[in-house]
């Protein structure tokens, strides 16, 4: 198993994501058979990192990854859970839901504790003295139930560096989605570099993409293949191996959680960070290709080079990068980058004169992609509306 140093822990670097656990077609609740059996042999090979969070499969999640663990003494392993400010609209007692999350991990403290998904949405609640969410996680740290605190990101590199800034000292580590795809598609480049310069430690999410670079098209495999890469199994090296053996490299890449639900993937997985297996210049540069083949979306390098003409104003390259997320991947998160902005922000608010058309280096079409996009938004679903439901169901955990 391939180990990274952080202060004074030995952490595998392969972490087991539990917000995918399979579940038993016949009751619909998490096969914990399959969990222990995933979670024996991932341990049997040397993973020590588990990560969960409070929202993760209904709650459910917490429970299973304790129930797995449980067999094995408390300082054999490293456990993160996330704190859900994502998803309040109102305060709570942060310190009683975060007892909550403590009892259900079968735990009196956690190695790893994040504040989960910030946001250009979620920020404020974060940072907001009414919420009073940092200075309490703070507190927790204080008093030792947090040994590491950070937080899992999936806003722009610009926010990054603000939030960073504004808080120097307080996090150790910052989780980001971070894979050969992103790189450019989400400026995951451009944060992960902003995560060293400030001296803090990354961790990885969707190193895969949701499972999309785990099974790519057979036309972009095949590039693959032709790199001949060595496998000491006997066993074609699979299109995930290549996503994990770009990050592994990284400095500063300290966990790259892989959510598993099938213990071929756990075994796959274990093979790919048995040792150090770095990629040739030849593979590297034919990860980058194919990611440019899996693009949908824009070409928008964001230069902003037509950002001073726009008459209303407009972000016009933090816009096209919630378009390229929408048309890449069913997810939330663009339509909670766009909910943050202000309503004359949003793309609804581009007149269409065209005058970044004209600045435009790589000719984007700005001006109809937007007005595809204030429809696609508009259409929803919306943060805002899904918040309401989760507040709901944390105020029923904090009174059971
Ligand atoms: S077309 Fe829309 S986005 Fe482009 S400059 Fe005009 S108002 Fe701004
Ligand atoms: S000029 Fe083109 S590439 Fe540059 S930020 Fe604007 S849309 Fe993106």
């Known amino acids: 198993m391939i180990y990274r140093t952080f202060h004074d822990l030995k952490l595998s670097q392969l972490g087991f994501g539990c917000m995918r656990f399979a579940l038993d077609p016949a009751t619909g ?33 917490e429970t299973a990854m304790a129930e797995a663990l449980s067999r094995y003494p408390r300082d054999s392993y490293y456990i993160a859970d996330k704190f859900p400010g994502h998803s309040l609209t109102a305060p709570i007692d942060n310190i009683a839901l975060f007892h909550v999350s403590l009892k259900k991990c079968r735990t009196d403290y956690f190695d790893f504790y994040l504040l989960h998904n910030i946001t250009e949405w979620s920020v404020k609640y974060y940072e907001s003295e009414e919420y009073h969410i940092i200075p309490d996680m703070l507190r927790m740290k204080k008093e030792g139930k947090i040994r590491h605190l950070g937080f899992s990101f999936h806003g722009g590199p610009k926010l990054l560096e603000e939030f960073l800034t504004r808080h120097e000292g307080e996090f150790d580590f910052v989780q980001i989605q971070l894979n050969y795809l992103d790189w450019t598609l989400q400026q995951a480049k451009e944060k992960y570099e902003i995560i060293t310069r400030h001296g803090l430690g990354v961790w990885v999410m969707e190193p895969l993409r949701g499972g999309k670079l785990a099974v790519l098209p057979e036309s972009e495999s095949a590039k693959l293949r032709q790199n001949n890469a060595p496998s000491d199994s006997g066993l074609p090296a699979s299109d995930a191996s290549y996503a994990f053996r770009f990050l592994q490299e990284l400095p500063g890449v300290m966990v790259i959680l892989s959510g598993m639900n099938e213990v071929f993937q756990v075994e796959d997985n274990l093979r790919t960070f048995r040792e150090p297996n770095p990629l040739t210049d030849k593979e590297r540069s034919t990860l980058l290709e194919i990611a440019e083949a899996l693009k949908t979306g824009v070409p928008c390098t964001s230069c902003r080079y037509c950002c001073d003409g726009c008459p209303v104003g407009l972000d016009i390259p933090y816009l096209l990068q919630c378009y390229n997320d929408f048309k890449f991947a069913n997810s939330m998160t663009p339509s909670m980058r766009l909910d943050a902005l202000a309503e004359d922000k949003r793309p609804a608010a581009c007149i269409s004169c065209g005058q970044c058309e004209h600045a435009c280096p790589h000719g984007i079409k700005v001006p109809a992609v937007l007005a595809e996009l ?9 943060w805002a509306d899904q918040v309401k439901l989760r507040q709901k169901s944390i105020q029923e955990d904090l009174r059971s």
């Open 29 to 61: 609740e998490i096969d914990q058979a399959k969990v222990d059996a995933m979670f024996d042999l991932a341990i049997r090979e040397g993973v020590n990192y588990f990560d969960t969070a409070y929202p993760y499969l209904g709650g459910k999640s």
């Open 374 to 382: 204030a429809d696609i938004y508009e259409k929803g679903p919306h």
